[in-house]
C-alpha cells in the first residue's frame, strides 16, 4: 500500500524540518521520525543535529542532517535541493527556526530587531522559495510553520517578535489561499514551550519577566505531535492552523 502523494509506504513522508538542534524543532523530528517518516534535521549547529539524529536512528528510525543557516537563501535552495536529489521528493518543510529576543521598543535593540526579521520572516520565505519549485513540480506538498500565540495578541516587550509571528500567520494564510489544492499549510502556534528560546534574550527586563511567565511550560513534544497530527491527515484535509498552549497558561 502507497501514500498517494509521494509512493511511499502509507504514512511515510520525507520532511525537512529546521531548528531541529533543540526545543520543538528537536522533539518535531523525534515525533515524526517515530512515527515512521523520513526526517532531515537542519540548524547551524552540526553537532546537536548529527546526536538528534543518532538517536532517532538508534530507536529504528531514518534521520539525516543539514548544516543550514536559514537566512542564506541560496543554502536553503541547496539544502533542499540535495533532499530531493537523494529522496526523489520532498513531501514536508517544517520552517520552524526562530529566534525570540525580547525587548521594550525603547531598549533600542535594533540589530535583535533585523535579527528576528531575518530568521524568522525572511527564514521561513527563503524556506518557501526553496521548496514551492518541488512542490508544484510534484503537484503535492505540505508547508509547516511554527507561529506563536505572539501571533495572536501583541504584550510587553514582545513588540517585534510579534510583529514576526504574525507576518509568518499572514504569509501562510495568503499562501494556501495561492496553492493548488495538493499542496497543504499548516500554522501552528504553541503558547510556552520548554526550549532555548528564551536563553538568547540579552535585555535584563525582558529576560526577569520570562523568569514567571515561562514557569507553566509544557515539554516540546506536544508541538511535535500536533505537526505529527497535521502531517499525518489525509491528503484531502488541510489542518490549516493549531494553537497548543499549556493548560495552565494564562493569558
Ligand atoms: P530553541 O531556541 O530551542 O530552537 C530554535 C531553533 O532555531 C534551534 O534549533 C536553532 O538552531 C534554530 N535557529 C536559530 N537561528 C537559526 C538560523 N539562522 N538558521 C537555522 N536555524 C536557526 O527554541 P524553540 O524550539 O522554542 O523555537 C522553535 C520555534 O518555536 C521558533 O520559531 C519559536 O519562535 C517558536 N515558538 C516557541 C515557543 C516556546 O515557548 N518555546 C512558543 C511559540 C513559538 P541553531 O542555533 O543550531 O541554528
Known amino acids: ?8 509506504p502509507t504514512g511515510t513522508k520525507t520532511v525537512l524540518v529546521t531548528g531541529a538542534s533543540s526545543g520543538i524543532g528537536e522533539a ?7 512515527a515512521g517518516h523520513t526526517v532531515v534535521l537542519a540548524a547551524r549547529r552540526a553537532d546537536r543535529l548529527e546526536r538528534v539524529a543518532a538517536d532517532i536512528t538508534a530507536a529504528g528510525g531514518r534521520a539525516g542532517t543539514a548544516v543550514l543557516d536559514v537566512t542564506d537563501a541560496d543554502a536553503f535552495r541547496r539544502v533542499v535541493d540535495a533532499v530531493v536529489a537523494e529522496h526523489g521528493h520532498l513531501d514536508v518543510l517544517v520552517a520552524n527556526s526562530g529566534v525570540m529576543l525580547l525587548s521594550p521598543m525603547t531598549s533600542l535593540l535594533a540589530d535583535e530587531w533585523d535579527r528576528m526579521v531575518d530568521v524568522n520572516v525572511k527564514g521561513v520565505l527563503h524556506g518557501l522559495a526553496a521548496a514551492l519549485p518541488h512542490f508544484l513540480r510534484q503537484g503535492s506538498g505540505h508547508v509547516v510553520t511554527t507561529a506563536s500565540i ?8 514582545a513588540a517585534v517578535y510579534s510583529a514576526t509571528k504574525y507576518a509568518v500567520r499572514a504569509l ?10 495538493g499542496v497543504r499549510t499548516t500554522t501552528i502556534s504553541p503558547g510556552v514551550v520548554e526550549s532555548e528560546l528564551a536563553t538568547h534574550i540579552t535585555d535584563p527586563t525582558a529576560s526577569a519577566g520570562m523568569d514567571v511567565y515561562r514557569r507553566a511550560a509544557i515539554p516540546p513534544a506536544a508541538i511535535g505531535r500536533a505537526v505529527a497530527y497535521a502531517v499525518g491527515e489525509s491528503a484531502d484535509v488541510d489542518v490549516n492552523e493549531l494553537v497548543v498552549r499549556p493548560a495552565a497558561q494564562r493569558p
Open 1 to 8: 500500500m502507497t501514500d498517494h502523494e509521494t509512493d511511499q
Open 28 to 34: 518535531t523530528a523525534r515525533e515524526l521520525a517515530a
Open 150 to 157: 505572539a501571533a495572536h495578541s501583541v504584550v510587553p516587550t
Open 172 to 181: 501562510m494564510e495568503g499562501l494556501r489561499q495561492d496553492l493548488p489544492a
